[in-house]
């Protein structure tokens, strides 16, 4: 952009020159590629054959830079999370921008590059976009929406409804960290931590799963609502009690530190590199080796296992002291805009 | 929803329980299908086959209801248009809201209703879907996403960059009336007008279309910007000089009216049920009867032609008086939050 141009202008999405000329001079730059560059109404894609997964996300977060992380960072990473815990191989993104007036081109810009580093970390392109303005006061900065759409050529069957008793649940890694990051760079706070953001794609770590096992039930990641939230959903749709153990759960002291301080439970915070993963229990282990050499996967760990069929399914937490308590979703809203 | 929740809270947006009753008692209500229902990270389809088009939206526009349309009934259509445009069949939608705090639950379901509408006529389904709530103050009631894709059946390769001297250029109706329907409609403004916005899924005319003639070049819909705008797009791409007649162009006369009244050009104004169609002169005739059989092409008329391959490529307007003037892409932006 040139020096004359650092804040979005309504007329950056009027659909004219000015929009032509970000697209041009910022979005190309750093998402270019032969299909995006075509610039036609949609992007027109051969995709590798197989059945198709989509799936959007839009993003809100507060702020727009945390530790470890940014909402760019995050729509690229949550959308192709989403396509690969249903075992498939993520192919095509497209980014929509809702973009406040005034919103200093600086700032879109280290975001777009962010996106761009993760798509090129995910291997996956952004092929479509789109961009509109809205006056000041009327957007908080910049809201994005990503949606994907990848081809599943494994013969798997995963989803939320096929947990299975005898089941082993295992997760690549500490929970709490997105929520507790988002949260601590929060400047009304006025507190610092060392506490990272977990944002992260999955999609090769997935695929290394995959490549383990074909028997693989149930796969998940943890965003809002956290761990416990998502437990309750897959306990929801496939009609299982979920046991897990408390002291098998990962939290780092600094995300520890941070819910104490401010009355979180880590077990409901977002995260937004963690899954869950349901596989019979004679392979868990091999699995939970394999994901363990992936970079984000390093800390996996077996966290519980599913229990029985039932009619009004619960999640129980077993806690350290031989004791247990029910573990619910989460209600109400500790954390608004954390992703 | 129930009585006493007539409003929309932050809880909503939370991921937990909140969310899914919102999710179980509107949206599945509206869009409910065996792909949605499955309620995971990812829709998973079988596409037929063929290549895949895939497109996206944003939509802000305001006032949220105007004559003929609203917030729901543009995102379905336009995310249909984009898909259609380029000669695919749409298949499947996704829907991401962004809702704020204390919108009016009522509203929301107006809209998610005018959107099923919307994607009943079209023969496209929702398959997955996103909500995400933020701070009163902090967006203007409701943003919506779609994202679409589609097959390409057909043996064609329609683009913007296809246009060839000796086509002809038809449309399917009168022009401007998306814009001066939204712009009339603002409180703001005080007056009251007549004009319907064009809003409709242009699909099954495409189709229709494509069915007379697999010589279709471009397809583009004259959505922000107006229709110079995108016959300088499409000029711009392809290279070539494009002419077309003003006394051609069907405007209604209360949308000159408005135009009179408020300074616009109509040629600029937003539509969001028209296209721009370039084919061979030779079939012109034969495609543009087809059009007119369809509700939305009844006034379909050619409005002008490619002159020439070209290096500085300019879109020529003949005016009523013999003379001629060009006509430019839009510059600034006359109506923000058109669509």
Do not use: W
């Amino acid at each position: 952009m040139s020096q004359s141009e650092q804040r979005i202008t309504i007329s950056h999405g009027s659909g004219g020159r000015k929009s032509r000329e970000l697209v041009e001079k910022l979005f190309q730059r750093y998402f270019s590629n032969p299909v995006l560059d075509r610039m036609d109404d949609s992007a027109v894609l051969e995709l590798s054959p197989g059945r198709t997964a989509f799936t959007t996300d839009s993003f809100v977060v507060k702020p727009l830079f945390f530790d470890g992380g940014d909402i760019g960072r995050l729509a690229v990473c949550g959308t192709v999370n989403d396509l690969s815990v249903m075992g498939a191989r993520p192919e095509a993104i497209t980014v929509a921008f809702i973009l406040e007036e005034g919103l200093d081109t600086g700032i879109l810009e280290r975001i777009v590059s962010s996106m761009s580093q993760a798509a090129e970390e995910a291997g996956v392109k952004v092929v479509a976009g789109d961009t509109k303005v809205v006056e000041k006061g009327m957007a908080d900065g910049i809201y994005i929406n990503t949606s994907g759409i990848g081809v599943l050529p494994h013969n798997t069957n995963i989803g939320g409804a096929m947990a299975k008793p005898g089941d082993v649940i295992l997760i690549n890694g500490a929970v709490g960290n997105h929520g507790a990051s988002v949260i601590t760079a929060r400047e009304e706070l006025g507190f610092k931590s060392t506490v990272k953001s977990d944002a992260a794609p999955l999609n090769h770590l997935i695929e290394e799963i995959l490549q383990t096992t074909d028997r693989v039930h149930v796969m998940r990641d943890a965003t809002r609502g956290g761990l416990a939230t998502v437990l309750n959903e897959i306990s929801l749709q496939s009609g299982v009690d979920i046991e897990v153990f408390e002291n098998r759960i990962y939290i780092q002291d600094e995300v520890r530190g941070v819910c104490e301080l401010l009355g979180f439970d880590p077990l409901y915070l977002a995260n937004e590199g963690k899954i869950v993963v349901f596989v019979p229990e004679d392979t868990a282990e091999e699995v939970l080796q394999k994901m363990k050499k992936n970079r984000y996967g390093r800390d996996s760990c077996i966290i519980g296992r599913v229990v029985d069929n039932s009619i009004k399914p619960v999640v129980t937490l077993k806690t350290a002291g031989r004791g247990s308590r029910f573990l619910d979703m989460l209600a109400g809203e500790p954390l608004p805009r954390i992703c």
